[in-house]
């Protein structure tokens, strides 16, 4: 698909991390985490450039071995904290570059925690971004009806319960629910005119189903280790779909 929006895509792979040490060059599947992102990335038509965003030099070196992966700069110590936000990182970047007067449209933002994320995934919500008119992206999941709003209750006065979503009386039907989602983490995309205003994630926002790929989103031991259950799986459908 031709487009003259150009899109930013920024892999955010700090050397920190208090959960799992050293995980974006951490192997799974032989291959170091960030490697999936960089591969799905780079296999993608919709990015005009895409950049890795580190402070780790090691990272940052492993990342120019790709052709195709742009390593601008080297990120700040204070964008590189467990408090650091992905809309500061975001605007870095996109400072960055404005500073040599080149812009872009939109900025999508791929965590590398993410790993079974497709190239085709990474077009499609590129197109129904621009196609939609909204102002930024995520994609999204089904909530499991064990898990919906309507069934979780909070703690309320004097140890009694109330149902979060404050409604007088439960559903009772798992078929009468309505459905709910939650965002998955593989793909954000903004207009760099959201990111000026200080929001990521707002405005109009689109959402784009992802039940054809594994959710996982990797921050435990035990979310590595599921991701491990499923990388042969994963290797297999991507070559099915080379």
């Not at 590595?224 to 259950?229: G, P, T, V």
Request: charged share 20%; glycine share 6%; with cysteine.
């Amino acid at each position: 698909m031709k487009t003259t929006s150009r899109i930013l895509g920024i892999i955010p792979a700090r050397g920190g991390s208090k959960g799992i040490y050293n995980k974006n060059l951490k192997l799974l599947g032989g291959k170091p985490l960030i490697y999936y992102t960089i591969q799905a990335a780079l296999k993608a038509k919709m990015l005009n450039t895409v950049i890795v965003s580190s402070d780790c030099y090691k990272i940052l070196q492993y990342a120019q071995q790709f052709s195709g992966i742009t390593v601008p700069f080297v990120r700040p110590e204070n964008l590189a904290t467990d408090v650091a936000s992905s809309l500061e990182v975001v605007k870095h970047s996109l400072d960055f570059y404005s500073r040599f007067g080149c812009t872009f449209d939109f900025v999508m933002l791929l965590q590398p925690t993410s790993p079974f994320r497709s190239a085709d995934l990474i077009d499609r919500a590129a197109q129904y971004m621009i196609g939609s008119g909204a102002d930024s992206l995520i994609t999204v999941r089904k909530i499991p009806d064990r898990f919906h709003p309507s069934w979780a209750f909070q703690e309320g006065e004097q140890g009694l319960h109330k149902v979060v979503n404050d409604s007088a009386q439960l559903i009772s039907r798992r078929q009468d629910l309505p459905d709910n989602y939650y965002r998955d983490g593989k793909i954000y995309i903004s207009k760099t005119a959201l990111v000026r205003e200080g929001m990521l994630v707002g405005g109009k926002i689109a959402s784009l189903l992802t039940e054809d790929e594994p959710d996982i989103n990797i921050d435990t031991f035990s979310d590595w280790e599921m991701a491990q259950n499923h990388i042969h799986l994963w290797k297999n459908l991507q070559k099915e779909n080379c």
